[in-house]
C-alpha cells in the first residue's frame, strides 16, 4: 500500500516515478546517491532473507532539492556531460 496525503498525492516516489515526473533520470539518481549528495532518500527492505530493497524519495523532499538548484530545477548528466550538474550551473 502506498502512503498518501489527504489530498491523495503520493508521500514518496520510486526512482521511476521520479524520472517520468520530474525529469531526472534514473542514472543520475544512482550516481548521486554513490557520491552522497542530491536529494535526500530512504531505503525500503526487501522481502525476509532477500538482498535488496527500494529506493524512495520522500516528494516534499525531491520538490525542496529541486527548487534550490540554479535556475530552479532540471539536472542533466549521467557522468559525462558535465558531471552530474545542474544544466543551468554549467
Known amino acids: ?7 491523495g498525492t503520493k508521500l514518496n516516489l ?8 520530474r525529469g531526472v533520470r534514473a542514472r543520475q539518481l544512482a550516481l548521486m546517491r554513490m557520491r552522497g549528495d ?3 532518500w530512504i531505503k525500503v ?3 525476509l532473507g532477500c538482498r535488496g ?3 524512495l524519495y520522500p516528494a516534499a523532499a525531491l520538490d525542496a532539492w529541486l527548487a534550490q538548484l540554479p535556475g530552479g530545477g532540471g539536472v ?3 557522468g559525462g556531460d558535465g ?3 545542474p544544466a543551468s550551473a554549467r
Not at 1 to 7: H, V, Y
Not at 14 to 21: G, I
Request: hydrophobic share 25%; no cysteine.
Open 1 to 7: 500500500m502506498e502512503a498518501r496525503d489527504a489530498k
Open 14 to 21: 520510486t526512482v521511476r516515478e521520479v524520472e517520468e515526473t
Open 38 to 40: 542530491g536529494p535526500r
Open 45 to 47: 527492505a526487501g522481502k
Open 53 to 55: 530493497g527500494r529506493v
Open 76 to 78: 542533466s548528466g549521467d
Open 83 to 85: 558531471g552530474g550538474m
